[in-house]
């Protein structure tokens, strides 16, 4: 979003909640992938051969691009092409842009309300 004109404390409030988001789910994507890649390596020595580690790269590759959807603290550039979702930095613009209209909708329609309404 552009973040000009907006008033610098709102302006920290707003990227700390999108860091404690981000904190959250690249938190429960390494739950996820810690078993799934122990899981992935076990597979990999049971069956052995020159491709033993086949699972365990394709964990590997689904971590990386994870981690570029989330882009935690920014450094990635942004997910392209074939994804539908793009990244959670497009989602979480997308849910501003919902949640600031709604606001508005429901700040006017008090301002009408107060002003169809005469004071006691």
């Known amino acids: 979003m552009d973040s000009v004109g907006r008033n610098p404390r709102i302006e920290l409030i707003r990227e700390t909640a999108v860091l404690q988001i981000k904190l959250l789910v690249d938190g429960l994507r390494d739950a996820v992938l810690i078993p799934v890649s122990l899981g992935a390596a076990l597979i990999g020595l049971f069956r052995g051969g020159p491709d033993c580690s086949r699972e365990f790269n394709r964990v590997l590759k689904v971590g990386r691009r994870s981690e570029r959807w989330i882009n935690l603290f920014g450094h990635h550039r942004p997910l392209q092409g ?18 600031k209209d709604q606001y508005q909708k429901k700040r006017s329609a008090t301002e009408k309300t107060e002003q169809n309404d005469p004071p006691d």
């Open 82 to 99: 074939d994804s539908r979702t793009g990244s959670m930095d497009s989602i979480l613009e997308q849910v501003e842009i919902v949640v």
